[in-house]
């Protein structure tokens, strides 16, 4: 038994900062004394400092951070997040019902809980290690931890009526559960189409009347500030709006940002769009709502409280969870996570040629802070003189999972300027991608990924850093060791690239359900269908 005396509050419910006793028993809150008279076992004085529940991030993809979820929840209960709404299609891809099992039982004191992947490979447009159907929806709709069906990226699909993924929206609708929404860029008579087959949300928008547009039709608009897609200033547009259906989440996140603070660091920021009673609720009432999620403090429920020693600026004093305080976790100790070896490489030398002789080629061009890339198109001999300046680069995507031996091949503007990066996390399949111009280099740092049986390889000149990531080619069950060769390979390829985490930026360049130019396994993709790099006459 505990008494948090003479607290401040936050009560989500009223919107209020009341003064307060919080009695604690075991993990759970026995009492909320509002006359600050009532006091049982350790007495612990708060003198006024602001206390609020902990927060829930709506929508991510934890293999994004390349930890297990065992190694990601050390951060994340660090920083206050003590429920995530995990999307697990990353693993999905890789190993199916295996991977998802793996991400639901490795935690302690993280709440996880998952949608159930939607799209499983997302198109027909790569090659994917495994399929989720109807048969895998149903099952993990049964699950109590499944809060419903996962973000719907064949929007295209949806509105021309594919009956496969109409299924998988009405199995979710059989079960009381939500249907999130991925939709970039739709907008009119096609987004409305979308939305009455039950989608419920998005994570997507990218400008202020996209957003409100969504806003208006009833979705649930999840702004974004993660590692990849930063969209907190969507929050300028929205903040003289109802915000009850606005929830701020992260997607993608990387280490950098778990340490600055996850969703604390996103919160800081919008406060320059909210005051912070406001924005703490796109973290915490808005998604418990919208998931039919218990969080807040009363009776009841769970010990889960941030405790701020300058609630105006969201800097944390203590962090409790059910019950503890964060630095008395005992957390699970390092293990092998039990999960197949998923990298399976099969190619030839030859395939590797891209020829620049005549004619015009297609050019992936990346854009800062955003998934989206643009196409452009250049001669053959410009975009070889280029490639010569390493103003322009191959890239290649490699079948990884069934050994077909899949090849796609075509070039991206202005992303290294020296070396060579390749990796196992590529959005959606998680083949392997790889860029750069030495065709030497190309070939160890292939190599390399099927030694380390997946993760981060940089080559230059022959000299070689890595990183592994050996659970499914994506995630890293040990923290300390993560960290420290991460360190060494980022230190490794500092200044070859324009873009802040040029690993994560590449691992969008393989995501064919982003707009406008990609590239997978089978070759490049314009808006869903695939072209070739070179553009015939």
């Not at 090849?407 to 990066?421: M, Q």
């Not at 230059?460 to 069950?477: C, F, I, K, T, W």
């Amino acid at each position: 038994m505990m008494t948090l005396k003479n607290a401040k509050i936050l009560d989500i419910f009223s919107g209020e900062v009341l003064d307060a006793n919080i009695i604690i028993n075991n993990s759970s809150i026995e009492m909320v004394d509002f006359n600050c008279s009532v006091e049982k076992g350790k007495v612990i004085d708060l003198k006024n400092k602001v206390v609020s529940p902990t927060f829930i991030d709506g929508h991510i993809h934890i293999e994004s951070s390349h930890l297990t979820p065992g190694e990601f929840e050390k951060l994340s209960l660090k920083f206050g997040v003590s429920k995530v709404v995990e999307d697990p299609h990353e693993i999905a891809n890789v190993l199916g019902l295996e991977g998802i099992e793996f991400i639901l039982n490795d935690t302690k004191y993280l709440d996880l809980y998952i949608t159930a992947p939607s799209c499983v490979p997302s198109t027909n447009l790569e090659s994917s290690g495994a399929k989720i159907g109807m048969e895998e929806i149903e099952k993990l709709m049964k699950l109590d931890k499944c809060l419903g069906l996962g973000e719907v990226m064949n929007y295209m699909g949806v509105i021309n009526e594919d009956e496969e993924i109409l299924k998988k929206i009405e199995i979710a609708k059989k079960y009381k559960k939500v249907v999130d929404g991925h939709c970039p860029q739709l907008r009119g008579e096609l987004l409305n189409k979308y939305i009455s087959k039950g989608v419920m949300s998005d994570h997507e928008a990218v400008d202020i009347e996209e957003a409100i547009e969504k806003l208006r039709l009833g979705l649930k608009v999840m702004v974004r500030e993660g590692s990849v897609s930063k969209n907190i200033d969507l929050l300028e547009g929205l903040k003289d709006k109802d915000l009850r259906n606005v929830i701020l989440v992260s997607d993608d996140i990387n280490l950098e940002d778990l340490r600055r603070g996850y969703l604390i660091n996103s919160l800081r920021k919008a406060l320059k769009y909210l005051d912070p009673l406001d924005a703490i609720k796109l973290v915490t009432i808005n998604p418990a709502e919208y998931f039919n999620l218990n969080i807040g403090i009363k009776p009841g429920n769970s010990a889960d409280l941030i405790i701020y020693e300058n609630f105006e600026e969201f800097k944390i004093y203590k962090v409790m969870i059910k019950g503890k305080f964060y630095e008395d976790l005992e957390f699970k100790s390092k293990k092998d996570a039990k999960v197949k070896n998923s990298v399976n490489v099969k190619y030839k030398k030859e395939d590797l040629n891209i020829k620049l002789d005549e004619g015009k080629v297609r050019v992936i061009k990346p854009i800062k802070n955003s998934l989206i890339t643009k196409e452009i198109i250049l001669d053959a001999k410009e975009a070889k003189k280029l490639m010569e300046e390493n103003k322009i680069n191959r890239i290649y995507v490699l079948e990884r999972h069934k050994g077909l031996g899949n090849v796609g091949k075509g070039l991206v503007y202005n992303f290294l300027n020296k070396g060579v990066l390749a990796s196992t996390y590529a959005h959606d399949s998680h083949n392997l991608i790889v860029v750069g111009n030495n065709l030497d280099d190309i070939i160890i740092a292939i190599e390399k990924i099927k030694e380390i049986g997946g993760g981060f390889v940089a080559v230059d000149n022959g000299n070689v850093e890595y990183l592994r990531l050996e659970v499914a080619g994506l995630m890293s069950p040990s923290l300390e060791r993560f960290e420290e060769e991460r360190k060494k390979l980022y230190k490794f390829i500092e200044g070859w690239s324009q873009f802040e985490d040029p690993f994560l930026t590449l691992s969008f360049l393989a995501l064919p359900v982003i707009p406008e130019l990609k590239i997978t396994d089978k070759g490049l993709v314009k808006n869903l269908k695939l072209v070739d790099y070179l553009i015939k006459s």
